[in-house]
């Protein structure tokens, strides 16, 4: 699976912001990350494809939505009310078999990622 992720942006405090993530093919689980300069890549947000779940990161829950296109096999973060602590590149990653609940999270759980976008708010 090849993802190629694009959206992103310089915006300022308060703006939104709606990254996509388009894939070559089906995947069970799909996901953001995000990586901070100095800090280790976190996790933002995932959605399961079997079980209908979506996770988020308790730091965004509330002001971003994740969402797919199953027809276009393209997976969406739309990122509001964005704060500077937000600024990051942002991935997207892919896997193709399930995992359970607890694993979402986890970056090493999946198989393929993208090549990541810039996302800069400025105070």
């Known amino acids: 699976v090849q993802l190629q992720a694009f959206g992103g942006g310089l915006v300022q405090a308060g703006d939104s912001l709606r990254l996509s993530c388009t894939a070559s093919g089906r995947a069970a689980v799909m996901g953001w990350f995000r990586q901070a300069p100095g800090q280790e890549r976190e996790f933002v947000a995932a959605i399961r494809r079997d079980y209908r779940s979506i996770h988020y990161a308790d730091s965004v829950k509330g002001r971003f939505t994740i969402s797919t296109d199953n027809a276009k096999n393209t997976l969406y973060l739309q990122m509001n009310s964005l704060k500077p602590e937000d600024t990051a590149v942002y991935y997207c990653?892919?896997?193709?078999?399930?995992?359970?609940?607890?694993?979402?999270?986890?970056?090493?759980?999946?198989?393929?990622w993208g090549q990541g976008t810039q996302v800069t708010v400025s105070s």
């Open positions: 990653a892919a896997r193709l078999s399930s995992i359970i609940t607890s694993a979402v999270r986890l970056g090493e759980q999946y198989n393929y």
